[in-house]
């Protein structure tokens, strides 16, 4: 009766004045923010309306369009969903799941909330992963082995299990890094106490090839026991391979397993260059004057006796070299003035061709060739030939003649040149061929393998030898 009751008092009020109610619900409801909240509330709103009667039901989609949302959308929807979730929980409020509509002030206390930082709920969980993080991560640090080296580890403990002593390991032992006597201890203690860094160095261990296995069981330290057997063979006999096998046979559980003959004859020999065999004796030190190391040798090293001895015959040849060498300047000397021909670089600047000693001038296009006595010869100079003038300083002259030419002045002041070499030489475009003389004019041009000279005659010095030898003749 009570739910029939309110059910007609609800209808009487459905009036004007209820309809006024819904519609400004609406138009609210219109105006806010879509967020998941509202969204929410508006269905209530949907289902209340129709409960009631008043508004007709409406075809829609129950999809919404999802869109991006901002920063405060987000904390509003995370805080709508906690507060949901806590209050469906705990069941305060049964009057919002029966489909009531929210009063305004509630609404008030829902668009204010946002406002308020308020750190989000599911926080705690990251929480968990971090701590399973930490838990993970010595065993990836464990992984990580550093410089030792899964064949340094087979080293360490082969070599202690020989020697029993770290100290003699470290000093005995070559692994793949320099490691200090502590490093090797702190590693060995690892070993044996450490079960997470003995397991993986084990499985390291393990996964090795079985070659390396043998290199590196091949590299063992001597034990005791080991060197002791091996010092009885005598120093003064000559063992072989067979002495060392009969050996190993003899004696098997003294003897590492991978100890073969000749690694026992080379360590033998090693004992032997030390005198630790047992049939040997060590030397004692020397006494008295006798010198024990360099550092007292270069004190009693007298520095007077050091000087070098005077070695005359190395002397007498050192004398006779240089005096060879002055009488050689001397004649060049000497002879400065008796020069044939002197060479001069042709510049810009025009120099007179003659002076009083130049009979002839063979001018080119990079030098002239200066005449000075009666005979000159032409060609290509080399080590083992000198000549009076070089044509390869005026351009290529490879192919010219090591001896191209001769040009000499007769008494009645005529120049002939005659061809010496392989190749023609051109008097005024007439060729010149080997074995034969031409006459040579003033300004005369003389072609030799490509490269051109004129010929220039001192005519005033030529007068003068020609009255002379015009006075000689009638005598």
């Not at 992963?129 to 087979?154: C, E, H, I, N, Y």
């Not at 690694?263 to 065999?277: F, G, I, N, T």
């Not at 050689?328 to 003659?354: A, N, Y």
Request: charged share 30%; aromatic share 6%.
């Amino acid at each position: 009766m009570t739910r029939g009751t309110g059910r007609t008092a609800q209808r009487g009020r459905s009036g004007p004045d209820s309809q006024g109610l819904l519609d400004s619900s609406l138009m609210a409801s219109g105006t806010a923010s879509r967020s998941e909240d509202e969204e929410s509330l508006a269905g209530q709103k949907r289902a209340s309306s129709q409960a009631l009667g008043t508004i007709p039901k409406r075809r829609s989609s129950s999809r919404f369009i999802k869109r991006k949302k901002f920063d405060d959308e987000l904390v509003e929807s995370s805080l709508a969903k906690s507060s949901t979730r806590a209050k469906g929980a705990s069941g305060v409020e049964p009057g919002r799941c029966s489909g009531s509509e929210p009063s305004s002030s509630e609404k008030k206390k829902v668009s204010k909330a946002p406002s308020t930082p308020v750190p989000p709920s599911p926080a705690p969980t990251p929480g968990l992963t971090k701590r399973v993080k930490k838990s993970k991560q010595p065993l990836q640090v464990t992984k990580d082995l550093g410089r030792w080296k899964p064949a340094d580890d087979l080293l360490l403990v082969n070599a202690v299990l020989q020697t029993n002593d770290l100290t003699s390991v470290h000093l005995g032992v070559k692994f793949s890094c320099r490691f200090t006597l502590r490093e090797v201890q702190e590693r060995w203690y690892a070993l044996l106490y450490d079960p997470v860094i003995s397991k993986l160095a084990c499985q390291a261990m393990r996964q090795l090839h079985p070659e390396a296995i043998a290199a590196i069981q091949s590299k063992a330290l001597f034990s005791k026991a080991e060197e002791q057997l091996l010092s009885k063979v005598g120093s003064t006999s000559q063992p072989t391979l067979e002495t060392f096998q009969d050996l190993l046979h003899r004696h098997p559980d003294a003897f590492y397993l991978a100890r073969t003959a000749k690694a026992l004859q080379a360590h033998w020999q090693l004992m032997k260059q030390y005198y630790l065999l047992e049939d040997q004796t060590v030397q004692p030190l020397p006494k008295g004057d006798q010198v024990l190391n360099f550092s007292d040798a270069e004190d009693l090293i007298d520095d007077s006796k050091l000087k070098d001895m005077r070695d005359e015959v190395l002397e007498h040849e050192l004398t006779v070299a240089d005096r060879r060498q002055k009488r050689e300047i001397r004649q060049l000397e000497q002879e400065l003035h008796k020069w044939q021909v002197l060479v001069d670089s042709i510049t810009g600047m025009s120099s007179p061709d003659f002076d009083n000693q130049t009979l002839a001038v063979l001018r080119g296009r990079m030098v002239r060739y200066l005449m000075r006595s009666r005979e000159i010869t032409l060609g290509r100079a080399t080590k083992d030939n000198q000549i009076d003038v070089d044509l390869s300083l005026e351009g290529p002259a490879w192919k010219i003649s090591r001896k191209q030419g001769v040009i000499k002045l007769k008494n009645n002041g005529d120049f002939f040149i005659a061809n010496e070499g392989r190749r023609p030489i051109y008097i005024d475009g007439r060729p010149v061929l080997c074995g034969s003389k031409w006459r040579l004019s003033n300004n005369s041009v003389v072609e030799i393998a490509s490269l051109r000279f004129v010929f220039l005659i001192n005519q005033d010095l030529i007068a003068l030898i020609r009255a002379e030898a015009a006075k000689i003749t009638p005598q």
